[in-house]
């Protein structure tokens, strides 16, 4: 019972979030000044609820939280394998120059892709797409992190998508054990999705959108060939 309260509790703080971050940027074109830590919170609450809504598979949280981490924590260094960026203090706290959040995302789309029962490079396919809709927003309007030199993709390199699939293959290849059904994990990375897209639509990132929407509808066409 205490679980369930506290899921619900979790649901709707991040309901609360999602709708105001849509709201802002849908009615006034961004976040105000002086809200902009609501963005690391958001983030946050939805790692939680990654974590509540399975938590039979904590260990594979772990292990895509902390692997995620290292290979920002080596990208943000070093320029590989995603090229060369930093990050703003945006989405702080941060260590070695990497918001924690930002391994929490790596978190919930692991988590995400797994729920799909898909072959590792598909899923790997999969997280590339998603970070196809989330970049160009982060690294633009957003100001989440800012890349070195731009790129032919809204200002991001193609490096940077290669390194994504490496990367998630990689994760992947470690997490191969199918994991619980999750209809909470599902929702989350759903959520995550539409989101960008929204605020894509609302910054006139139409390409971002459509594929973040198209992405969307993959969990529950999964479901329905099972």
Known sequence: MK???????????????????VGGHLLYGGTPANMRWTAPLFLALASLLVVV??????????????????AEAI???TGY????YSYTSTLAPSVFGVPLVVAG???????????????????????TLFDLVIDPLAANTLGYWKWTSAGPYF???????AGWFCVSFLIL?????????????VLTGCSILIFF??????????VPAGIGVTLCALPWWRRLQR
Not at 54 to 60: C, K, L, S
Not at 197 to 206: Q, R
């Open 75 to 77: 990208g943000a260094s």
């Open 173 to 185: 290849t470690i997490l191969r054990a199918r994991p619980a059904r999750s209809v909470g994990v």
């Open 53 to 70: 809504s399975n938590p039979a598979d904590w260990r594979a949280c772990a292990i895509s939280f902390a692997a995620g981490f290292l």
């Open 155 to 161: 200002g991001v390199p193609l490096s940077n998508f």
């Open 81 to 84: 394998p995603f090229g060369r």
């Open 105 to 127: 995302a790596w978190m919930i789309l692991i988590a995400w892709v797994r729920q799909l029962s898909i072959p590792v490079w598909a899923g790997a396919l999969a997280m």
């Open 3 to 21: 679980v369930r309260s506290a899921l619900a509790a979790l649901w709707l703080a991040y309901a609360v979030f999602w709708i105001g971050g």
């Open 197 to 206: 897209a929204l605020v894509s639509i609302a910054h006139h990132y139409f």
